[in-house]
C-alpha cells in the first residue's frame, strides 16, 4: 500500500535562507507525488508533481523538489525563503495500482514557520 | 474560470442535527473527490465520484455519512445526527479525469468548516 511520510512536524527558518522539507514515501508502483500547500483556513493549492517524467521537478514560488528512487524520497526545497511561504506543506503520493482508484493520501503536514 | 467552488465555507449545527455540505467542480471536470481534515492532521481520503456514481468509498464512514454527485447539480456530502467528533474541515476536488497512471492533477476546493456544538 503507498503511504506517506513527512520527517518533520514544524520547521523553522530565517527569511532569506534555503528551506528543506523532508517526505519519504512509500510504494508499490510507479508513485505519482504531490507537494501542496495550504494557508491558514484556506484550500490548497498545487506546488508541483512527479510523474515518471524529469526527477527533479520545478513548481511555482521557486520550489523544487527531487524524486529519488534509491532512497524513496521526495524532498522539497527553496533556495531562499519568503515571509509569504510561512503556511502548511503536504507531501501526497497517488494510490493508483492494482485496482486503487487514485486518490491522494496525504503526508502528516509540516508547518514552515519563517522569521524575520 | 472559476474553480471548485464549495458552500457554505463555515457551518455550525447542533448535535443530532444534519449537515449538507456542497461542491461544484471545476467546469468540465466529471470526477469528485471529498476530503476531511480534522484538527492538526492531514487529509484524510472519504469518497470519489464521478456523475451518478460512487467509485471509491472506502474512506466513508460507515454510518451517518453519504455523498452524491447528481447528472446535474452539485456534489452533496451529508452527514445525518451530527456529532462533535464531525467538527472537520471537508475539502473538495476535481478532477477532468481520474487521476490514473499519469498523476492528473486534481483541484482543492476552498473548504468548509463544520462546526458542531
Known sequence: AQSVTQLDSHVSVSEGTPVLLRCNYSSSYSPSLFWYVQHPNKGLQLLLKYTSAATLVKGINGFEAEFKKSETSFHLTKPSAHMSDAAEYFCVVSDYGSGNTGKLIFGQGTTLQVKP | ?117
Open chain 2, 1 to 117: 474560470n472559476a474553480g471548485v467552488m464549495q458552500n457554505p465555507r463555515h457551518l455550525v449545527r447542533r448535535r443530532g442535527q444534519e449537515a449538507r455540505l456542497r461542491c461544484s467542480p471545476m467546469k468540465g471536470h466529471s470526477h469528485v473527490y471529498w476530503y476531511r481534515q480534522l484538527p492538526e492532521e492531514g487529509l484524510k481520503f472519504m469518497v470519489y465520484l464521478q456523475k451518478e456514481n460512487i467509485i471509491d468509498e472506502s474512506g466513508m464512514p460507515k454510518e451517518r455519512f453519504s455523498a452524491e454527485f447528481p447528472k446535474e447539480g452539485p456534489s452533496i456530502l451529508r452527514i445525518q445526527q451530527v456529532v462533535r467528533g464531525d467538527s472537520a474541515a471537508y475539502f473538495c476536488a476535481s478532477s477532468p479525469r481520474g487521476t490514473g497512471p499519469s498523476g492528473n492533477t486534481i483541484y482543492f476546493g476552498e473548504g468548509s468548516w463544520l462546526t458542531v456544538v
